[in-house]
């Protein structure tokens, strides 16, 4: 896979429900940004992806589909922006990571303000791992 690529492909996407389970098992680490919080594991390194990504943002904060669906697409596109640091520490550390985004807020905050929270999240994933 290339790292340089911009987009999110299907294999950075995390859907496997045996990892899902093992993630939220509780003895992971996570840790809170507002208006996010993350989990995130080590996994062994597959070829295809070195960080698959979870979103949630839960129906009792979003009652309405489009709303959730707008929240998901703000941190999809935060994190496809600015996954290429962590991209290049996990391929020198020959290391994968499996991290999950919730939502915590009620109200839809602005898409630079989301953007910043997962720059943030990042650099301290990028500093926990080396």
């Known amino acids: 896979m290339d790292i340089q690529s911009n987009g999110l492909n299907k294999a950075e996407r995390l859907n496997s429900k045996n990892t899902i389970d093992e ?11 507002y208006p ?5 594991m080590p996994v ?3 070829e295809y992806a070195l960080a698959s990504i979870l979103i949630s943002v839960p129906k009792k904060r979003f ?18 922006k600015n996954k290429h640091e962590l991209l290049n520490v996990l391929q020198e550390k ?18 630079e303000a989301i953007e ?6 990042l650099n301290r994933i990028i500093e926990k791992i080396q």
Do not use: H, M
């Open 23 to 33: 993630l939220f098992s509780g003895n992971n680490k996570s840790f809170s940004a």
């Open 116 to 121: 910043e929270t997962i720059k943030k999240i």
């Open 36 to 40: 996010l919080r993350v989990v995130y």
């Open 63 to 80: 009652k309405r589909a489009v709303k959730r669906n707008k929240v998901k697409r703000q941190i999809r596109e935060g994190y496809r």
């Open 94 to 111: 020959e290391y994968g990571l499996a991290i999950a985004f919730i939502y915590l807020s009620n109200e839809i905050q602005p898409t």
């Open 44 to 46: 062994e390194k597959k």
